[in-house]
């Protein structure tokens, strides 16, 4: 096994000091890391190719659909600690040559809509929603928003609108196909519905850097993928559903957030390809260095409320917190480096034989090498 990197006594002096400051610095995007993110474990899934042709209809009754398993039901965006979901949403996924399949069955007593121009902000309907990182560095992400009305909006997330965005609005999905199937009777508050469900199919070629992938994933390859769902209180006015008044909407997610920001990348689940055949079992690996990557998020995110604070970038971790509490240990001691733009910050790890890193940037660039 190669030698450990060799580390300063004040960097893990520093490192050591900063974690014991971690409960301390409460109020900003650190506390929210800290206290309602870093225990959460992604959620995964294992998608698998389609044994027999599916036709977009928005009725996953396909014989592939079959086979593939529905995800655990959608929670609460922060997590178990809210109240379970009103109703019931859930989804599934296949893949084969040309596209990358998504099912979803929502749960609702009154289907409703309103929106009907394609990439109007769909969230204002209740609607259902994809976020997608092919290489998770939580850089370069797609977002994809429909309702009950089949209105979809797609778009590109440079980087996390809290790091400066911006968003690709303008970005599109040649090829796309999306159906809704309405279980009841839409816009008609008089009678009781058992909800909505739909159809996706993504081509390949759209999810990627130009000229775009040619095709499927390889065997065991790993995305970040979410599932969001929007739904709004609401009441009937002269036989119209209308949203109750300033109430805010419920966020309901298969992998929770710990926050309400459904632009935390990094806290995405795991959506890991196989060729292998329904009834072969897959093992869906952890996150590599879990302790490493904790600790360049955790100084990403103390930076952010650093800079806020201080107008710069802290350059040191000493900067980041003075001395409080009981000194702990600390599994990963990070590398703190200035740019010409920012910082950025290493951590390394011991992957069986192999050494490796976990880099983030002043912008959330996150990348495992």
């Not at 370069?140 to 911006?166: C, H, R, S």
Request: one cysteine or more; glycine letters at 8%; aromatic letters at 10%.
């Amino acid at each position: 096994m190669p030698c450990p990197p060799k580390i300063s006594l004040r960097a893990v002096t520093g490192w050591l000091v900063f974690c014991a400051t971690l409960p301390t610095l409460r109020g900003g995007l650190l506390d929210g890391w800290r206290n309602r993110m870093q225990s959460i474990v992604p959620r995964s899934y294992v998608c698998r190719p389609a044994a027999t042709p599916i036709v977009i209809d928005g009725r996953p009754d396909d014989a592939a659909w079959a086979a593939a398993p529905w995800t655990a039901d959608f929670v609460d965006i922060e997590g178990d600690a809210k109240p379970k979901p009103r109703f019931r949403t859930r989804a599934k996924l296949l893949w084969d040559d040309r596209y990358l399949y998504i099912a979803a069955e929502l749960e609702e007593p009154h289907v409703w809509g309103t929106l009907t121009t394609h990439d109007t902000v769909i969230f204002n309907d209740p609607d259902f929603e994809v976020f997608l990182d092919p290489d998770g560095d939580t850089h370069g992400y797609y977002e994809f928003e429909m309702n009950a009305l089949n209105t979809g909006w797609d778009l590109q997330l440079v980087k996390p609108y809290i790091d400066g965005g911006p968003a690709r609005n303008e970005w599109e999905i040649p090829g796309l196909q999306t159906a809704v199937h309405v279980r009841g009777t839409i816009n008609n508050p008089a009678d009781k519905d058992l909800g909505w469900t739909l159809e996706i199919a993504m081509p390949w070629a759209a999810l990627g850097p130009p000229p775009g992938r040619s095709g499927p994933p390889g065997e065991g390859e790993r995305w970040r993928l979410n599932f969001s769902r929007v739904e709004w209180h609401v009441t009937t006015e002269d036989g119209v559903t209308r949203k109750v008044p300033k109430t805010p909407e419920d966020n309901w997610v298969w992998s929770p957030q710990g926050v309400v920001d459904m632009h935390r990348p990094e806290m995405w689940g795991v959506l890991q390809f196989t060729h292998r055949p329904s009834g072969e079992a897959v093992t869906v690996a952890p996150i590599p260095g879990k302790a490493a990557r904790d600790a360049v998020l955790a100084v990403y995110y103390a930076q952010v409320d650093f800079r806020k604070a201080q107008g710069r970038w802290a350059l040191t971790l000493d900067e980041l917190g003075p001395v409080a509490g009981t000194l702990a240990p600390a599994p990963s001691v990070p590398t703190l480096r200035a740019t010409s733009d920012g910082y950025e910050c290493t951590a390394r790890f011991a992957d069986g034989a192999v050494q490796r890193t976990w880099r983030i940037r002043q912008d959330r660039w996150l990348r495992l090498e």
